[in-house]
């Protein structure tokens, strides 16, 4: 079974231009969260989807947006880049909506970088 | 708030010793505590997933504890290999409203040497 699928896997980009990141869960899985990790920290939590909702958001201004499609799959899109927006995105997924109870299951994450 | 704090922050063992990464956290009320596994420039690989009710849980030369009066988990390696050398994430989980989240430590950077 193919695991959680992220594209693209690196990309270059300059301030004040767009980004849009794609995830594909886990067949079955119907939650996905995507999470920011800059150089040398933990990921911080960014958003959390479940049935084409969202579920959650954290601390991230609103140049950060994100939507879950029919299928399950997301996209997580950010505006006006920034340098500081240069990190390790990662999405998740789980079976069930509710990760308290549940194990997550990270893909392999798109490498931003912004000149 | 909840925070997580990983102690040490790097680690480097010469091959075959046994170790012990630990993770605190300052909120009791989590649902379960995540280990994971990082390599470099890569995602991450979930290795022990404990639930609040448990206090341990296994896997090969894996062992993660769970003390939630205290605030602490332990991973412990076995018999480390080189092969270990990686970067070790915890995360509690919290619901809040309507979200589940992780909230990660900064990790420990273990490198085993051959």
């Known amino acids: 079974d193919a695991g959680v699928t992220q594209s693209p896997t690196h990309l270059i980009k300059t301030r004040g231009q767009h980004v849009t990141l794609r995830c594909s869960p886990i067949s079955g899985h119907k939650s996905v969260s995507w999470y920011q990790q800059v150089l040398g920290q933990g990921p911080q939590f960014i958003f959390q989807y479940y049935e084409k909702e969202e579920r959650g958001r954290g601390n991230f201004p609103d140049r950060f947006s994100a939507r879950q499609f029919p299928n399950y799959s997301s996209e997580l899109n950010v505006n006006a880049l920034l340098l500081g927006d240069s990190a390790l995105y990662l999405c998740?997924?789980?079976?069930?909506?509710?990760?308290?109870?549940?194990?997550?299951?990270f893909g392999e994450g798109s490498r931003l970088t912004v000149l | 708030k909840q925070e997580v704090t990983q102690i040490p922050a790097a680690l480097s063992v010469p091959e075959g010793e046994n170790l012990v990464l630990n993770c605190s956290f300052t909120d009791s009320a989590i649902y379960n505590l995540q280990w994971f596994r990082q390599d470099p420039g890569k995602g991450l690989t979930s290795l022990l997933l404990i639930q609040s009710s448990q206090r341990e849980q296994t896997s090969g030369r894996l062992n993660a504890s769970l003390d939630k009066s205290s605030g602490r988990s332990t991973l412990y390696i076995a018999a480390s290999q080189p092969g270990d050398s990686a970067t070790y994430l915890c995360?509690?989980?919290?619901?809040?409203?309507?979200?589940?989240?992780?909230?990660f430590g900064q990790g420990t950077t273990l490198q085993v040497k051959p």
């Open positions: 995360a509690a989980s919290l619901w809040s409203g309507n979200t589940g989240k992780l909230i």
């Open positions: 998740a997924s789980s079976p069930r909506g509710q990760v308290n109870t549940g194990e997550l299951f």
